[in-house]
């Protein structure tokens, strides 16, 4: 189901140097348009005004993209634009419509890549990190206090393909709690493993925190909602992601299933991770960067131009 993001990057290499070439001898024709010059390369950054298209600025995604703007040359002058994961995907799904240029600060899993034909941009000097896991972290004490939910928590794990159709769901217009329960029903084999070796509680509170992203409100719901199966009084809380972060490190809320490693949230595992419990992946093949509808005659963050 999803979508072979590396499919393009043989040929990346073929034809950067020639699209270089080109942009060199054709400046004069690229300016008068705007768009395509006698080569039909198109001027993408006057397009776009030079803005790439984020999410909440306390992403990692967002600080690896501005981090992108500083070390490529390509990316002079450009400039990072935060909102949030919803206004960035009403954005895409406008420009796709219009058959406009766009670069978003993407990640997958999400349900952009199987609604969309999208691929990342190449990222030769590797700002935005390899793949990557979704890790659980718990607070300290919890094992302790809370045995049953430390064990679920611990052995919650699961796959792209699984939180890919709950946000495809939510996406065209279900309501979370609806995809998640609907997701749990037909996985309960899945759902069993995780519970398994656990007893159930009698309300029992516990307190997840997560951050308002597609994927991260998918994971939570589906984790408390299997809490709750289980008797616990379930509490789920959003928040900025260093808050969520200081707040499981500091045992205001019990634990997250949000931790994207080892590059997303570097910066916060640094600042929090010796005062957190690491419970490992929850999924793994998870990725980050600069994500572009496939029309886009485009494979690298260095066949972008910098501002004139
Ligand atoms: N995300 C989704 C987050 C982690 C989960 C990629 C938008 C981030 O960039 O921090």
């Given at each position: 189901m999803k979508k072979a993001q590396w499919k393009h990057l043989g040929l990346a290499f073929a034809v950067t140097p020639m699209m270089l070439l080109a942009?060199?001898?054709?400046?004069?024709?690229?300016?008068?348009?705007?768009?395509?010059?006698?080569?039909?390369?198109?001027?993408?950054?006057e397009e776009m005004?030079?803005?790439?298209?984020g999410i909440e600025p306390g992403a990692g995604v967002v600080a690896a993209s501005e981090q992108a703007t500083e070390d490529y040359d390509s990316l002079e002058g450009w400039e990072v634009v935060t909102s949030s994961s919803g206004a960035m995907a009403t954005a895409l799904g406008e420009a796709i419509?219009?058959?406009e240029p766009i670069i978003v600060t993407g990640w997958s899993p999400h349900w952009k890549f199987q609604k969309y034909d999208l691929k990342y941009l190449e990222d030769p000097n590797g700002v935005f990190g390899d793949a990557e896991t979704i890790n659980t972290m718990v607070r300290q004490g919890l094992e302790e206090e809370n045995?049953?939910?430390y064990t679920i928590l611990d052995q919650f794990n699961w796959e792209p393909a699984d939180i890919e159709s709950i946000m495809l769901e939510v996406s065209n217009g279900t309501a979370?709690?609806?995809?998640?329960?609907?997701?749990?029903?037909?996985?309960?084999?899945k759902v069993a493993e995780w519970t398994e070796g656990t007893e159930t509680v009698d309300g029992t509170e516990i307190e997840l925190a997560y951050v308002e992203w597609d994927t991260e409100v998918a994971s939570t719901n589906v984790v408390g909602q299997v809490l709750e199966a289980q008797g616990f009084d379930v509490k789920l809380t959003p928040l900025d992601n260093a808050v969520m972060w200081s707040a499981v490190?500091?045992?205001?809320?019990?634990?997250?299933v949000a931790a994207w490693l080892p590059g997303t949230h570097a910066t916060q595992f640094e600042e929090y991770g010796e005062d957190v419990v690491d419970l490992g992946a929850n999924l793994e093949g998870a990725k980050i960067g600069f994500v572009v509808p496939s029309y886009m005659d485009i494979d690298?963050?260095?066949?972008?131009?910098?501002?004139e």
């Open positions: 942009a060199c001898g054709d400046e004069e024709a690229n300016t008068d348009e705007g768009t395509a010059g006698d080569s039909g390369e198109v001027n993408y950054g005004s030079y803005k790439i298209t419509d219009n058959e045995p049953e939910a979370v709690e609806d995809a998640a329960a609907a997701w749990i029903e037909e996985n309960s084999d490190a500091g045992g205001e809320a019990d634990g997250m690298s963050i260095e066949d972008l131009s910098p501002k």
